[in-house]
Structures are given as structure tokens and as C-alpha cells.
């Protein structure tokens, strides 16, 4: 298995707080990815991540901050969470090769509820 | 239009029956076509990658991929009661990878 290590993997909070999750990997993979799950949407693709301090947004970025100071380790925050932002957020990592674009794996998930 | 387009399911087959699972897109300059499972409550496990036309086996699983007619499909062959999953296919666009919803699979006893 991919090492990707998400954390917390619950996490329940009310509306307006700051809230932030982690994704740790330990493959040395230079793309990493935030994405979300809900029902009748699918993954979608919050924001991601390049190289260190290299970030872009994606379809579903509002709300939502990233930073990534280490290779190793992205982080998602919301700065002041909505009920709205209650879904499963995976983190996921690839390897662009030379060869052409590399699948992604992905990390075990956080559940985040937000009252 | 949906760029990624799976029938949603439930999908039911009976054990040791070949499982026949399809998506459509979009976008016809797409080159690389990935086929993930996602047990419930679980994450995504890729099980399948495929970048040329025709098909590809590995196991009890073949991709076939037409780019001619954009649809790739995944064929589950003796399927079992653990293949009872959610498969999401995945394609990749203008350096854009976009899932589909997902087709829900269950294996009959």
C-alpha cells in the first residue's frame, strides 16, 4: 500500500470553527491532492499540490486553503467550516513519469461532520 | 454533458458470472483511463490502468478502452461475493484527472 497517512479520521466540529487535516506520505511523490466525496458527486478535486509551496485550486476550492511547507506533508484547511463542508475528504498522491501521467493512490480518508 | 459518465447502479450479477461495467467521456483527446474499487467506507484502490486502444487483463480483470467510440469498459470475470463494490472510472484530460460517479456492483450468492 501507497504510504499515505490522513489525520484525524473523524473529526466532528460546529459551524465557524477553523478546522484543519493533515496528509503525511512517505513515497517521495512530488503531486499530492486534496479531494472530497459526497453522495450523487463523487471525488472531487479540492485543491493540489506540485512541489513544495506550489499549489493550485480545483473545481471545488472556495472555502478551502492548502499549504505545503515539506514535501511529505499537505495540509487542508478550512478557515471557518460550513454544514456544507461536512463530507469525506481523501487525500491522494501520484508520480508524474516521463512516461506519461501516473494514477494516483490514495489515503484512507477523514470524516468530517460539521454542526 | 457529464465529462465522466457511469451508469450509477446498483449493478447485480451472480456469482461466477462475468461482471460487465461502462463509462463514457468527453473529452477525446483523453490518453490515460484508470478503473478504481472503493469498498464501502473505504478509499479508492485502483485495480486497473489503461493507455492504448484494445484490451488489457490482469487476473480476473480486463479494461477494453475504444477511443474511437470514448468509452472504456471493465469486465470482471468468476465474480465473487468480495467484488461487491463501488467502481469509479477515471480519466485523464489536458493533464486533468476526473472521476465519475461510480457504478455499484453486487455479487449474488
Known amino acids: 500500500d501507497a504510504g499515505i497517512t490522513q489525520s484525524p479520521r473523524h473529526k466532528v466540529t460546529e459551524t465557524g470553527t477553523p478546522v484543519t487535516l493533515r496528509c503525511h506520505q512517505t513515497?517521495?511523490?512530488?503531486?499530492m491532492y486534496w479531494y472530497r466525496q459526497d453522495p450523487g458527486h463523487g471525488l472531487r478535486l479540492i485543491h493540489y499540490?506540485?512541489?513544495?509551496?506550489?499549489?493550485d485550486k480545483g473545481e471545488v476550492s472556495d472555502g478551502y486553503s492548502v499549504s505545503r511547507s515539506k514535501t511529505e506533508d499537505f495540509l487542508l484547511t478550512l478557515e471557518s467550516a460550513t454544514s456544507s463542508q461536512t463530507s469525506v475528504y481523501f487525500c491522494?498522491?501520484?508520480?508524474?513519469?516521463?512516461?506519461?501521467?501516473?494514477?494516483?493512490?490514495f489515503g484512507d480518508g477523514t470524516r468530517l461532520s460539521i454542526l | 454533458q457529464k465529462e465522466v459518465e457511469q451508469n450509477s447502479g446498483p449493478l447485480s450479477v451472480p456469482e461466477g458470472a462475468i461482471a460487465s461495467l461502462n463509462c463514457t467521456y468527453s473529452?477525446?483527446?483523453?490518453?490515460?483511463f484508470f478503473w478504481y474499487r472503493q469498498y464501502s467506507g473505504k478509499s479508492p484502490e485502483l485495480i486497473m490502468s489503461?493507455?492504448?486502444?484494445g484490451d488489457k487483463e490482469d487476473g480476473r480483470f480486463t479494461a477494453q478502452l475504444n477511443k474511437a467510440s470514448q468509452y472504456v469498459s471493465l469486465l470482471i470475470r468468476d465474480s465473487q461475493p468480495s467484488d461487491s463494490a463501488t467502481y469509479l472510472c477515471?480519466?485523464?484530460?489536458?493533464?486533468?484527472?476526473?472521476f465519475g460517479t461510480g457504478t455499484r456492483l453486487t455479487i449474488i450468492p
Open positions: 491522494a498522491i501520484s508520480e508524474h513519469s516521463g512516461g506519461g501521467y501516473q494514477p494516483q493512490h
Open positions: 513515497e517521495n511523490h512530488r503531486y
Open positions: 499540490s506540485y512541489g513544495v509551496k506550489d499549489t
Open positions: 473529452d477525446r483527446g483523453s490518453q490515460s
Open positions: 489503461i493507455y492504448s486502444n
Open positions: 477515471a480519466v485523464v484530460g489536458n493533464e486533468k484527472l476526473t
